[in-house]
Structures are given as structure tokens and as C-alpha cells.
């Protein structure tokens, strides 16, 4: 049986660790149906100067790799913070079941990130150009 409470206390601890390395408060579980931690992972985009290095992408290439699959069917991710859209999109493509999360978008931004406008539809603009 899964301990959401634990496995959320996980990926705050990363979360503690990430700030101790120079990088921002986002730590990212994922536990398999038998309750085993499979992946873990915390943000490293100012470490590795990559906009896509969030605390859950990181978490779903480490658990990824470990199981040797790009199929997380069945596997819960745990995180600290509410995921932006990027990361909630690739626990999809990972077929991740369920996501639980300790804070929200309004909290990330009164820390200072800017989380909460990629929520909104008019953030980038996607033209479609035709080949003709």
C-alpha cells in the first residue's frame, strides 16, 4: 500500500536538497504499484543551465532509466510543488497515474516563480506555416 504522506515528505526532502545545491525548492518522487520509490529527482535548471530540468522531468528520466521503459503505467508521482504544465504533460506521455502534490501554483508564485502564467492560453504564440 502506498504511503502518500511519506513519499510526499521525500520529494520535500528533495526539495531542501535542491536549495542546498544551489538550485529552487522543487523535489519530485515516483513510486511504482508495489510502493517502491523508482525514480527521484530534484530541479536543475539553473545547474545545468536547462529550462526543462523541473524536479518531475528529472524524476521521470532517473525512474525511466532505472526501470529500463518509457512506460510508467501504474506508477504515482509525488512532488513538491503543483506541477507546471510541462511536467504535467510528460507524467502523461509517462502514462503516470496519479500525481500528488504539497503546494500550488499561488504559493510557487509568492516565492517568486512565475509558474502560474503558463496556465493561461495566451503565454506563447504557435504558428502554423504550410509548405507550399
Same mark, same amino acid.
Given at each position: 500500500?502506498?504511503?502518500? @504522506?511519506?513519499?510526499? @515528505?521525500? &520529494? #520535500? ?10 538550485? $529552487? ?12 520509490? #523508482? ?10 543551465? *536547462?529550462? +526543462? &530540468? ?18 510508467? $503505467?501504474?506508477?504515482?508521482?509525488? +512532488? ?9 504533460? &510528460?507524467?502523461?506521455?509517462?502514462? #503516470? ?5 504539497? &503546494?500550488?501554483?499561488? !504559493? ?12 493561461? *492560453? !495566451?503565454?506563447?504564440?504557435? #504558428? ?5
Amino acid at each position: 500500500m502506498l504511503n502518500h @504522506q511519506e513519499n510526499l @515528505q521525500k &520529494a #520535500i526532502k528533495l526539495s531542501d536538497e535542491s536549495v542546498d545545491n544551489g538550485s $529552487s525548492p522543487f523535489g519530485c518522487v515516483i513510486v511504482n504499484p508495489q510502493g517502491e520509490v #523508482i525514480g527521484e529527482g530534484y530541479n536543475h535548471v539553473v545547474l545545468d543551465n *536547462d529550462p +526543462t &530540468a523541473h524536479g518531475e522531468i528529472v524524476a521521470i528520466r532517473n525512474a525511466c532509466a532505472n526501470i529500463k521503459s518509457f512506460d510508467l $503505467s501504474g506508477c504515482v508521482l509525488y +512532488t513538491s510543488c503543483e506541477p507546471c504544465p510541462m511536467c504535467l504533460n &510528460a507524467a502523461k506521455w509517462a502514462n #503516470i497515474k496519479e500525481i500528488y502534490y504539497a &503546494a500550488d501554483r499561488y !504559493d510557487a508564485e509568492h516565492i517568486g516563480f512565475r509558474d502560474r502564467i503558463f496556465y493561461e *492560453d !495566451d503565454v506563447l504564440k504557435v #504558428i502554423q506555416l504550410k509548405n507550399e
